[in-house]
């Protein structure tokens, strides 16, 4: 769901006033609505609510997304938040933090990795079977190996659940040789397997809403960072390197 759409909530659910001046009941008014706005987030299970360095605002970190709501509890705030001494985007870089906390604990066994002999950069990968600048990164696998790119991918069907490229998604991951059923999957080719409960591919989705996510591939680097769309080997790994 798109953070326009969650602004909404949240203002619905300021539209009475906060029933207290005193700090404690504001914090607890501003749980309640950071509760709610959970449940918006499908693979987010809780929120961290710090001071910003702006005078009067918390920032609230949800996954890899930052908004910010006043101290009084009547209003959100989405957006970026520049230092200009500094010339920093503070908002991005607490965003970076999210991403590097989430990936960090994610477990690989639910991931379908390709591994170089040497690894210079780790990248994750939210992917869709059937996107074509995916299947175009996919082909040339071999040379991200080759330049020490380490691939994760992530399911990501970008139409949704109960749609074929959610199906083909499940398929891949039910197969008995994952990586070869996804270079299969890759080329158009069909994939037959039987439903299996442990499919991580709603996990997965549910996480890319989470990191807004709305086009593949998008790929998480190392560094926390967000690169969208395609990049071939040698672009993606100069970008890596900076």
């Not at 950071?34 to 918390?58: I, K, M, R, T």
Request: charged share 25%; with cysteine.
């Amino acid at each position: 769901m798109q953070i326009f759409q969650i602004v909404t909530l949240c203002l619905l659910f300021f539209s009475t006033p906060v029933l207290s001046n005193d700090e404690q009941d504001s914090l607890k008014e501003i749980d309640l609505v950071l509760q709610a706005l959970l449940e918006v987030f499908p693979g987010a299970n809780d929120y961290v609510l710090d001071d910003s360095l702006v005078d009067g605002l918390y920032a609230v970190s949800i996954g890899s997304e930052v908004i910010y709501i006043s101290k009084d509890g009547k209003f959100l705030i989405r957006g970026e938040i520049f230092d200009l001494q500094n010339s920093v985007n503070i908002t991005e870089e607490k965003r970076i933090l999210g991403r590097l906390d989430v990936m960090q604990g994610m477990d690989e066994n639910t991931m379908i990795i390709y591994e170089p002999d040497q690894i210079k950069h780790t990248v994750t990968i939210f992917t869709d079977i059937d996107c074509g600048y995916c299947r175009k990164f996919h082909q040339q696998i071999d040379d991200y190996l080759d330049l020490g790119i380490r691939v994760r991918y992530l399911s990501f069907p970008r139409t949704g659940p109960n749609t074929e490229s959610w199906e083909k998604a499940d398929a891949v991951w039910c197969s008995k040789d994952r990586t070869d059923s996804l270079d299969l999957a890759k080329q158009g080719k069909k994939v037959d397997a039987d439903a299996c409960p442990s499919s991580p591919v709603e996990a997965h989705y549910n996480l890319g809403s989470v990191f807004n996510i709305s086009g593949t591939p998008t790929i998480v680097t190392d560094k926390g960072k967000i690169i969208v769309g395609y990049l071939p080997p040698q672009s993606l790994l100069v970008r890596l390197n900076e």
